[in-house]
């Protein structure tokens, strides 16, 4: 199975993309353990639409069109089902047995996601009740696709 993050907006240089890194490159090997052939990040402009509501549209629309056909997709937002990391590693182990061709995990502009991306989803996930900047958000996805793996693998990471 392959991992897809693609998200609107661009992490720039600095902390953020550093953090985020950390644990992007710690989950390829780790990843590799559980059936996650590679990993990859998309990052999409944000619309340039006048209007929240064309530029979920259009944000959306650019989502999904890089997503494989027969993929399992997360979309992430604040009104979504909170999973423990256990749930969600579990949740990971499932579309790596179904051979599930391709994990996608969308993070929307600052508007949110457009309708089409909650209708196509199969997983809403929020990562807690608090609004986080998608910045982080990004870096928390990235630590909890870490974790997933560790704990699939038993590895000492983490630790309950």
């Known amino acids: 199975m ?4 693609a998200a609107v907006g661009k992490l720039k240089a600095g902390a953020d993309r550093e953090l985020f890194d950390r644990y992007w490159d710690r989950l390829q090997p780790a990843g ?3 059936g996650i052939a590679g990993a990859k990040v998309v990052e ?3 619309s340039r639409a006048t209007a929240p509501a064309e530029r979920k549209v259009d ?5 999904l069109r890089g997503i494989r056909e027969g993929a399992c997709v997360v979309a992430l937002d604040e009104a979504g089902k909170s999973m423990t990391s256990e749930t969600f590693a579990a949740f990971i182990r499932k579309q790596c047995d179904a051979g599930v061709p391709e ?3 969308l993070i929307g502009g600052p508007d949110g996601h457009g309708a089409s991306v ?4 199969d997983l809403v996930l929020n990562l807690g009740t608090m609004t986080l900047p ?4 990004r870096i928390v996805l ?4 870490y974790r997933a793996a560790t704990i699939l693998t038993g590895h000492p990471y983490h630790r309950v």
């Open 134 to 137: 998608h910045g982080l958000a």
């Open 2 to 5: 392959h991992l897809l993050l």
């Open 118 to 121: 909650r209708t196509r989803a």
């Open 103 to 105: 994990l996608a995990l």
């Open 32 to 34: 590799r353990k559980i």
């Open 44 to 46: 999409l402009a944000e």
């Open 59 to 63: 944000e959306a629309a650019r989502l």
């Open 142 to 145: 990235a630590e909890q696709l």
